[in-house]
């Protein structure tokens, strides 16, 4: 099992920055890709940025983020991080932490708790 807890959503006007952090604990190997997703009111949760794992480290991002987001991790403390500046009123969802472990052919998804952030006009 992997445990992943977020932080740092909050309310801020349209422009301003958030970090969200997501430690993880627990069965922290075979990690395939670790991502941040997104939820809004009445919407599908949606993948805002990933890092995939592998022979080589890849880094992907919604259009509607890039140049503005930005996806870190810090494996000495097991931390992923989401750095949003710019932040505009449609960034405001539930925003959750995924790992994903790839062990032989299956894969498996761990979510943290979800962390909201509201961006007001």
């Known amino acids: 099992q992997v445990q992943l807890v977020e932080s740092g959503g909050g309310l801020v006007q349209a422009g301003g920055s958030l970090r969200l952090s997501c430690v993880a604990s627990?069965?922290?190997?075979?990690?395939?890709?670790m991502g941040w997703y997104r939820q809004a009111p009445g919407k599908q949760r949606e993948l805002v940025a990933d890092?995939?794992?592998?022979?080589?480290?890849?880094?992907a991002y919604a259009d509607s983020v890039k140049g503005r987001f930005a996806i870190s991790r810090d494996n000495v403390k097991n931390t992923l991080y989401l750095q949003m500046n710019s932040l505009k009123p449609e960034d405001t969802a539930v925003y959750y932490c995924?790992?994903?472990?790839?062990?032989?052919?299956?894969?498996?998804?761990?979510w943290g708790q979800g962390t909201q952030v509201t961006v007001s006009s």
């Open positions: 995924n790992f994903r472990k790839k062990i032989g052919a299956a894969l498996w998804d761990y």
């Open positions: 627990g069965s922290i190997f075979s990690i395939n890709s």
């Open positions: 890092i995939t794992l592998g022979g080589s480290t890849n880094y």
